[in-house]
């Protein structure tokens, strides 16, 4: 059974420590929190999909989001990931966040038809780093596995979980067009209305 959040139950209080260094607090007092969870460092599916979020993460902090992304890898195989990406990364090898949030791993996530394109334009564009010595190649061997699925969770300052996707496929996560449609159906409700 898994432990999965869904809008208006309240993810725990913790302080945690970013790959790149500097303590992150769930949640956040100040704001927006998008809780990312993606898969192993070189994952070539969330290094797509984090270029997306890079791309547009002005408009996302204009919107009063702040972003953390946690991985399943060791901090040292993410630090030169965090040295480049304008928001911080946690590295979570033994997966205790991803049972905490209900984050699940399976074979469907490489399986499903609905995520080949990300891994075909994924894989693509990291060879194509990798042999211009931009980035490093994963590790062969992942050691809390590369059959992780994603999740995004969208959470208040008081905790309350506001949206949540849990993702089907390795590439099933919320595009910065849906993060941002959350965040204004969030704004969007009542006073005082509870989700």
């Given at each position: 059974m898994t432990r999965r959040f869904t809008p208006g139950r309240r993810i725990p209080a913790t302080t945690l420590t970013a790959v790149a260094g500097g303590e992150i607090r769930l949640p956040d007092p100040d704001g927006l929190l998008h809780l990312q969870f993606?898969?192993?460092?070189?994952?070539?599916?969330?290094?797509l999909h984090l270029r997306s979020v890079v791309r547009r993460h002005d408009e996302i902090t204009a919107a009063g989001v702040r972003e953390v992304v946690f991985f399943h890898s060791p901090a040292d195989e993410l630090l030169p990931y965090a040295e480049e990406l304008p928001f911080p990364l946690v590295?979570?090898?033994?997966?205790?966040?991803?049972?905490?949030?209900?984050?699940?791993?399976?074979?469907?996530?490489?399986?499903?038809?609905?995520?080949?394109?990300?891994i075909l334009l994924g894989v693509v564009l990291?060879?194509?780093?990798?042999?211009?010595?931009?980035?490093?190649?994963?590790?062969?061997?992942?050691?809390?596995?590369?059959?992780?699925?994603?999740?995004?969770l969208l959470v208040a300052a008081d905790g309350r979980v506001l949206a949540a996707r849990y993702g089907a496929h390795a590439d099933d996560q919320w595009s910065v067009d849906e993060l941002l449609a959350a965040v204004r159906d969030h704004r969007s409700e009542p006073a005082g209305a509870d989700t």
């Open positions: 993606r898969r192993f460092a070189g994952c070539p599916i969330c290094n590295a979570d090898p033994e997966r205790r966040f991803y049972r905490e949030f209900g984050v699940e791993a399976g074979p469907r996530s490489l399986l499903d038809p609905r995520a080949w394109r990300a990291d060879v194509v780093a990798v042999l211009r010595r931009r980035q490093r190649p994963p590790r062969l061997r992942q050691p809390a596995g590369r059959l992780g699925l994603p999740a995004d």
